[in-house]
């Protein structure tokens, strides 16, 4: 990287949405690979702390190929709505495909996380699973999802975190340091899988995280942290 681009290990966000057009085929199988198929667990334990219940309405934010969303109409049943947003449209096309497979009715939308095109208070609860640290500006980003959600509802971030204490921080490193990207190299998109454990090393940690939710207007703010360390799930509430 020049000094006139971006540091080192950051994409623009046309980057970004060009890279998960590329590997929206595969993303899936990757995520199942890199999480041994925990990552549905987490998304569990995630829509239940949105605390929707049948007939609610929620808004899942960077969706990707829809597993939260899919996840949340589980709690709002035949008579709620959920709706899923991404800007990459190979995911959406994904998370479309996988609604209609399960016969599921959820509207998968184009839309961008820091402008998202709905009204203020129109949804029980916002959610987004592992694309917080794709947001090329967070405090913007949680801000539009505290904007859409109505007063006493829910806006919940599940995102991978990083551990400190040994030995799951050793492993934690040699996993995304050394074996994510080599991964990366065998799928041919080394770039996306470098990119990766980047983020996750720039992104905030649990009590930073926490705090620019309440910055953002949340209140009542909780996490769990999970799966040894490596994930965190915070709610807030909108007063």
Not at 53 to 76: F, I, K, N, Q, Y
Request: hydrophobic content about 40%; proline content about 5%.
């Amino acid at each position: 990287m020049t000094g006139d681009g971006p540091r080192a290990g950051t994409l623009e966000e046309p980057q970004v949405r060009a890279m998960f057009d590329r590997i929206a085929s595969f993303y899936d199988v990757m995520n199942s690979v890199m999480t041994a198929g925990l990552h549905h667990r987490w998304r569990a334990r995630a829509a239940d702390l949105a605390r929707v219940g049948p007939g609610g309405s929620v808004l899942d934010v960077a969706t990707g190929t829809g597993d939260l969303a899919v996840e949340l109409t589980r709690r709002v049943g035949t008579g709620g709505e959920v709706v899923g947003t991404d800007f990459s449209e190979e995911m959406l096309a994904r998370a479309r495909q996988k609604a209609a497979a399960g016969g599921l009715d959820i509207a998968f939308e184009w839309g961008n996380a820091l402008e998202l095109p709905y009204a203020s208070g129109r949804f029980d609860a916002a959610t987004v699973g592992f694309g917080a640290r794709n947001f090329s500006d967070l405090e913007r980003g949680l801000a539009e999802m505290t904007r859409v959600v109505r007063p006493g509802g829910r806006v919940v971030v599940l995102e991978i975190t990083t551990p400190t204490k040994p030995p799951l921080s050793t492993f934690y490193r040699l996993w995304f340091d050394t074996v994510v990207p080599l991964i990366g190299r065998l799928t041919g998109e080394e770039e996306a899988y470098t990119y990766l454990p980047s983020s996750v090393k720039r992104f905030p940690g649990p009590h930073e995280l926490a705090a620019a939710m309440d910055r953002a207007g949340l209140e009542d703010i909780t996490y769990v942290l999970t799966a040894g360390g490596i994930i965190a799930i915070h709610a807030g509430t909108k007063p």
